[in-house]
Nanobody, 120 residues
Framework: QVQLVESGGGLVQPGGSLRLSCAAS????????MGWYRQAPGQERELVAA???????NYADSVKGRFTISRDNAKNTLYLQMNSLKPEDTAVYYC??????????????WGQGTQVTISS
């Protein structure tokens, strides 16, 4: 059993900042790539940022220069620092991880999502 639990969402004014966290727990042997996705009402889920086990990152063009993805491998935790937030960043943010369980099974896992709302 593997769980990804996001936290840190909330309501923020435009221009503000939020830091999302995603803690992975359970029968984990190793975690490969991790990422943050978001889904706004009526829209498809989209990749926001991703990070490999080695620390290489990539970002959606819409968040480059404003968001920073990072991870603490010792804590199996993923972060997303979001600065200069805009109303169009409003969405449910999901954590995603490509991991291998202690039983040898490898697969993609999702968190339950955390709501981020940018509004004045």
């Amino acid at each position: 059993q593997v769980q990804l639990v996001e936290s840190g969402g909330g309501l923020v004014q435009p221009g503000g900042s939020l830091r999302l966290s995603c803690a992975a727990s359970g029968s984990i042997f190793s975690i490969n790539a991790m990422g943050w996705y978001r889904q706004a009402p009526g829209q498809e889920r989209e990749l926001v940022a991703a990070i490999t086990s080695g620390g290489s990152t990539n970002y959606a063009d819409s968040v480059k220069g404003r968001f920073t993805i990072s991870r603490d491998n010792a804590k199996n935790t993923l972060y997303l620092q979001m600065n200069s937030l805009k109303p169009e960043d409003t969405a449910v943010y999901y954590c995603n991880a490509d991991l291998t369980s202690i039983y040898g099974a490898r697969g993609w896992y999702w968190g339950q999502g955390t709501q981020v709302t940018i509004s004045s």
